[in-house]
């Protein structure tokens, strides 16, 4: 399945929804993930509204919804369904969810926030099948997300075939060990994000690690289609700077082709 250049809106989170859209289109993405903090909080219409407008003028997609519902966390439930509704007023298949912490818990505890996790998703899943929209996972260590192994075994506990996840690469990890990953994880794929960071949290320019991500790219097109554009999306550029920004997305359009 081909894969389509998309922007994470986060990545430009200190600009207005307006200059966001005009990076976008500078770097040659095709559609924008809207994230839930500032740009469209959840239950904000008129900030969704106004989102969905501005993409639809630039002929951007609007791909997901990078929501901080946090499957597990006090309130979760009801986050996500002022999430669903800014997800209808974006016109987004699909929402980016989180599950919370998981480390430095004690085994007992851990489990029981486990179960608790579980059937948030659950719940997460069921709503948003009743809206005819997906969820999927931000795959992230420190979360009950951090390998493909807890990953697929969340999946399987949760059992709703509108469950996803997204996929990135640990920060500084080898190319084999992120192709072992994602290989795993093909199933189950909904987008990729984007970046390159060392191991210390040093952000690099995508231009120079175009080899990297060639290899990731090509194995994400081998993933199963789904039944709308598959993107990879560019989440963090050096400095959250406009200009690195663009330069990461034409650097992406490089590897992708339109």
Same mark, same amino acid.
């Given at each position: 399945?081909?894969?389509?250049?998309?922007?994470?809106?986060?990545?430009?989170?200190? =600009?207005?929804?307006?200059?966001?859209?005009?990076?976008?289109?500078?770097?040659?993405?095709?559609?924008?993930?809207?994230?839930?903090?500032?740009?469209?909080?959840?239950?904000?219409?008129?900030?969704?509204?106004?989102?969905?407008?501005?993409?639809?003028?630039?002929?951007?997609?609007?791909?997901?919804?990078?929501?901080?519902?946090?499957?597990?966390?006090?309130?979760?439930?009801? *986050?996500?369904?002022?999430?669903?509704?800014?997800?209808?007023?974006?016109?987004?298949?699909?929402?980016?969810?989180?599950?919370?912490?998981?480390?430095?818990?004690?085994?007992?505890?851990?489990?029981?926030?486990?179960?608790?996790?579980?059937?948030?998703?659950?719940?997460?899943?069921?709503?948003?099948?009743?809206?005819?929209?997906?969820?999927?996972? *931000?795959?992230?260590?420190?979360?009950?997300?951090?390998?493909?192994?807890?990953?697929?075994?969340?999946?399987?506990?949760?059992?709703?075939?509108?469950?996803?996840?997204?996929?990135?690469?640990?920060?500084?990890?080898?190319?084999?060990?992120?192709?072992?990953?994602?290989?795993?994880?093909?199933?189950?794929?909904?987008?990729?994000?984007?970046?390159?960071?060392?191991?210390?949290?040093?952000?690099?320019?995508?231009?120079?690690?175009?080899?990297?991500?060639?290899?990731?790219?090509?194995?994400?097109?081998?993933?199963?289609?789904?039944?709308?554009?598959?993107?990879?999306?560019? *989440?963090?550029?050096?400095?959250?700077?406009?200009?690195?920004?663009?330069?990461? =997305?034409?650097?992406?359009?490089?590897?992708?082709?339109?």
């Amino acid at each position: 399945m081909s894969l389509s250049p998309g922007l994470c809106s986060v990545a430009l989170r200190h =600009l207005d929804p307006d200059q966001v859209v005009e990076c976008a289109l500078a770097g040659g993405a095709a559609g924008i993930e809207w994230e839930a903090r500032r740009h469209v909080a959840p239950g904000d219409l008129d900030a969704a509204t106004k989102a969905a407008r501005l993409c639809l003028a630039a002929g951007l997609d609007i791909p997901s919804y990078g929501t901080y519902a946090r499957a597990g966390a006090d309130g979760a439930r009801d *986050e996500f369904a002022a999430c669903l509704a800014s997800a209808a007023a974006l016109a987004t298949p699909l929402l980016r969810v989180w599950t919370e912490r998981s480390t430095d818990i004690e085994p007992t505890a851990r489990a029981l926030l486990f179960d608790r996790v579980v059937a948030d998703l659950t719940a997460f899943c069921d709503l948003a099948a009743i809206a005819g929209r997906h969820v999927s996972l *931000e795959f992230h260590p420190g979360t009950f997300t951090e390998t493909p192994e807890q990953t697929h075994d969340l999946l399987r506990r949760v059992g709703r075939h509108n469950l996803r996840t997204h996929w990135q690469p640990d920060y500084g990890q080898p190319l084999h060990e992120a192709e072992a990953s994602l290989q795993q994880m093909l199933p189950a794929l909904s987008y990729l994000h984007v970046f390159c960071w060392t191991k210390e949290h040093v952000r690099m320019p995508l231009r120079d690690n175009l080899d990297y991500w060639s290899s990731l790219l090509e194995l994400a097109r081998t993933a199963p289609a789904l039944a709308w554009p598959r993107y990879a999306m560019i *989440e963090f550029s050096p400095d959250d700077q406009p200009d690195a920004v663009v330069a990461d =997305l034409r650097a992406l359009g490089q590897l992708l082709p339109r």
